[in-house]
DNA sequence: AATAATGGCAACCGCGAAAGC
DNA sequence: TGCTTTCGCGGTTGCCATTAT
């Protein structure tokens, strides 16, 4: 047998009155046991709430070190450039914003920083700009009705923006007064036990050091390597660069470093916040394919006895092969390559199914 | 003034990893 | 070793306040 039960009526849970809960649950904390086993101070206390319930009450809103007040913009810039490098890791990102939680941090993401980063033509999923996303979809080969679907598209949103020159004017306004709000900010030493601690300096909150960006970045390379089953990962730079973008810095994108030229040094630079997809190791880069499509499906059919038809498997390998070649700048455009010579070698697969 | 739409925030819930038995 | 629960995390939902019509 296990562990008892934590709770098991839900009912208990749900939008019930906080208030006399919380000095309870602040007193017993605070002058009896401290934190700890939630579930057990909530069977002890007895205030008919779920323990894990209790503990995010805790930590979200009673904990005496959080603090109340609202975002300031160096720590809105902060969440982005955190999430530009490691994506929606709320808990990582509030450890490094001192007396904020990850709901905070998340919430402030929700309802405020996507727009924001939205209303300034960048995808906030990506943070790559709208026009970069829409060029690789419509990139993304072998259907040719797909492609000219999104070409029109993309023609019909730049006819929108020309025949509404005030919705044109309006983006770049938006750009420009979310650029003057972020002051660029003085960088500081690495201090690595300054991040990944629960302790740490509230004045440093504004500038991550280079060393939690690297480890950033490592998390990021660890995660996208495991979902992309692909050498050709990410990570193609040098860290330290990352926190300035007008030394060509590897998270700029060349669609956005232009415009980025006229800006003040003091100001930030936006294309810090857009992710290009050339993460891409230089040892992976100069590697050459040892076999081509055609070599690989033949030898795993040869292996199994089976006929010459792809598999997923061979799809997924052949693709990873292609992710390392230097003759692909991207993931978009690898699998784009891949495609085409899938329907080369496979004709009978470009029937759209779907006409 | 009433109603609808929107925004912001807090809480809830499900999932997966870690840990206890 | 396997089963069960706890815990942490992140996505989603619901409520309330504000703004627009």
């Given at each position: 047998?296990?562990?008892?039960p934590?709770?098991?009526?839900k009912?208990h849970?749900?939008?019930?009155?906080?208030?006399?809960?919380?000095?309870?649950?602040?007193?017993?904390?605070?002058t009896k046991?401290?934190?700890?086993?939630?579930?057990?101070m909530s069977?002890k206390?007895?205030?008919?709430?779920?323990?894990?319930?209790q503990?995010?009450r805790?930590?979200?809103?009673?904990?005496?070190?959080?603090?109340?007040?609202?975002?300031t913009?160096?720590?809105?810039?902060?969440?982005?450039k955190?999430?530009a490098?490691?994506?929606s890791?709320?808990s990582?990102?509030?450890?490094?914003?001192?007396?904020?939680?990850?709901?905070?941090v998340?919430?402030l993401?929700?309802?405020?920083?996507?727009k924001?980063?939205?209303?300034m033509?960048?995808?906030?999923?990506t943070?790559?700009?709208?026009?970069?996303?829409?060029?690789?979809?419509?990139?993304?080969?072998?259907?040719p009705?797909?492609?000219?679907?999104?070409v029109?598209?993309?023609?019909?949103?730049?006819?929108?923006?020309?025949?509404?020159?005030e919705?044109?004017?309006h983006s770049?306004?938006s750009?420009?007064?979310?650029?003057?709000?972020?002051?660029?900010?003085?960088?500081?030493?690495?201090?690595?036990?300054?991040?990944?601690?629960?302790?740490?300096?509230?004045s440093?909150?504004?500038?991550?050091?280079?060393?939690?960006?690297?480890?950033?970045?490592?998390?990021?390379?660890?995660t996208?390597?495991?979902?992309?089953?692909?050498?050709?990962?990410?990570?193609?730079?040098?860290?330290?660069?990352m926190?300035?973008?007008?030394?060509?810095?590897?998270?700029?994108?060349?669609?956005?470093?232009?415009?980025?030229?006229?800006?003040?040094?003091?100001?930030?630079?936006?294309?810090?916040?857009?992710?290009?997809?050339?993460?891409i190791?230089?040892?992976?880069?100069?590697q050459?394919?040892?076999?081509?499509?055609?070599?690989?499906?033949?030898?795993?059919g040869?292996?199994?006895?089976?006929?010459?038809?792809?598999?997923?498997?061979d799809?997924?390998?052949s693709l990873?092969?292609?992710?390392?070649?230097?003759s692909?700048?991207?993931?978009?455009?690898?699998?784009?390559?891949?495609?085409?010579?899938?329907?080369?070698n496979?004709?009978?697969?470009s029937?759209?199914?779907?006409?």
């Amino acid at each position: 047998m296990g562990r008892p039960p934590c709770c098991n009526d839900k009912v208990h849970n749900r939008k019930c009155n906080w208030i006399e809960d919380d000095s309870n649950t602040s007193t017993y904390v605070s002058t009896k046991h401290g934190i700890g086993n939630w579930a057990t101070m909530s069977k002890k206390s007895g205030y008919g709430r779920c323990g894990r319930i209790q503990k995010q009450r805790w930590s979200n809103r009673l904990k005496p070190d959080l603090k109340q007040d609202s975002f300031t913009p160096q720590e809105e810039e902060l969440i982005i450039k955190l999430h530009a490098t490691i994506g929606s890791r709320w808990s990582i990102i509030a450890q490094q914003l001192a007396g904020r939680t990850d709901n905070d941090v998340k919430n402030l993401w929700n309802t405020k920083l996507k727009k924001k980063l939205s209303a300034m033509g960048i995808d906030p999923v990506t943070h790559k700009p709208f026009s970069q996303i829409l060029t690789d979809y419509g990139n993304i080969g072998g259907f040719p009705k797909a492609r000219t679907r999104f070409v029109s598209l993309n023609r019909e949103l730049k006819g929108a923006f020309m025949s509404r020159p005030e919705q044109l004017q309006h983006s770049l306004q938006s750009f420009q007064n979310f650029h003057s709000l972020c002051v660029k900010l003085p960088k500081t030493e690495a201090s690595e036990e300054c991040f990944f601690s629960n302790n740490r300096d509230s004045s440093n909150v504004n500038q991550p050091p280079v060393d939690l960006l690297s480890e950033l970045q490592a998390i990021k390379y660890v995660t996208e390597a495991s979902n992309y089953n692909s050498p050709k990962a990410i990570f193609s730079h040098h860290p330290n660069q990352m926190t300035d973008c007008s030394t060509s810095s590897p998270l700029s994108s060349s669609s956005s470093s232009s415009a980025s030229h006229s800006l003040n040094e003091n100001q930030v630079n936006w294309c810090d916040y857009l992710l290009d997809d050339a993460f891409i190791p230089s040892n992976f880069k100069d590697q050459e394919d040892a076999l081509t499509i055609e070599e690989k499906l033949v030898s795993s059919g040869a292996q199994d006895g089976s006929n010459n038809v792809p598999s997923t498997r061979d799809f997924q390998a052949s693709l990873s092969t292609k992710g390392t070649s230097s003759s692909s700048s991207s993931f978009v455009e690898a699998m784009l390559e891949c495609e085409n010579e899938m329907f080369l070698n496979f004709p009978g697969l470009s029937e759209d199914p779907f006409y």
